[in-house]
């Protein structure tokens, strides 16, 4: 796994290896009206159960032709109230779907689309879409302005660097986000709209061979005080004679500094599950030398077969010193996971699959519309 900060590597990267992915991720949060959003670009839905079935279909000789990235493409987009869903929507499908220069930094999957403004150092975000599982429709304009970049490359020396094509690619650590969403209940026919002013945040993920034969687990997340930025990434590998990959990057807002520390020392405690989530630790330690690290993943946002998302809470020490307690979102994502049949059918409940008629799918969105129409 490589890291890069480099803002010409943000372009699509038409990767054509069988099982291969690309998605661009975009949160933002405004704590003062307790709303946060997630947009995903996808060419090549990793987490797809259709893209996986595929993929393992063909890896068996079960099928001749190999699974393309293009026609899996998708787009997701998630909205938190209060801690609470109000939008949960994944759609993918085919290549025709989706479009990209290739050379600018620009994305679109049907109408939901953003490229990046260079005179403005500003991602510009249009969302548009319809979701009549939930009767909900979406519109939103954003706008990500780049407040912070680093600079900052790391080549991962397992296997003396003769590892598979996989990075992650450091766009915005922070933004400042403004913009509107609307959000249309079509069972209630009421428009809510939400002016928003928000601390933002842009990464970029791809890989040339599916994410579940390379990374076993895999812990990230970002937090913010008014002193400190901070973003960290843990990565344990399928392959255990490779060193799991941790750092951290912090940013010293009164000094403008940004120091980054890896090579880290890493300990998971407090493991849990859900009903159908994985096995995940709720505490973390990150330590080397005069830094240590806690991280306590404390309020569940999102779950799922293989993915779960939590508002957590840092603190850390540096020079010995404790330097007070961060709020942010953490991630964790087990990838294999999704090579189990019965998950896989899960799993299908939650994506909308141009063309595909699903069972899962409609009756999961009848309950949870029907659930939704009782709350105020």
Known sequence: MNISTELEQDVWH??????????????????????????????????????????????????????????????????????????????????????????????????????????????????????????QQVNAQLRFHALRRFSYTKHDNNNNGHVPHHQWLLGVPRAGVQGTVNLTDTLRRRTSTWTISARGYHDHNLGAMPVHEYIDKWYWGRAYSPKYDLIYYVIYFRNNGYRPLAITMLHDNENDRFMVHDELDVRESAFTRGLFAPVHSRALNFSRGDFDIDISQDRVLDTGPFYLRFGSSISFRLDGEHQGELRGISEFLKPGRLQSPVLRFFTRSRVWREGERSFMYDRYNFIKTYFNWFKP
């Open 14 to 135: 038409d990767l054509k290896e069988p099982g291969s992915y690309e998605w661009w991720y975009f949160d933002a949060e405004d704590e003062e009206q307790g709303i946060s959003l997630v947009c995903i670009w996808f060419a090549g839905f990793a987490f797809s159960p259709y893209y996986m079935q595929h993929y393992l279909d063909w890896q068996r000789n079960s099928r001749q032709d190999a699974p393309q990235a293009l026609e899996y493409a998708g787009f997701s987009f998630q909205l938190y109230r209060n801690g609470r869903e109000i939008v949960n929507f994944i759609k993918e499908g085919p290549e025709h779907l989706f479009q990209s220069s290739g050379s600018d930094i620009d994305v679109s999957f049907e109408n939901n689309r953003f490229h990046y403004d260079s005179a403005s150092s500003t991602y510009v975000l249009d969302i548009d879409f319809d979701y009549p599982a939930r009767r």
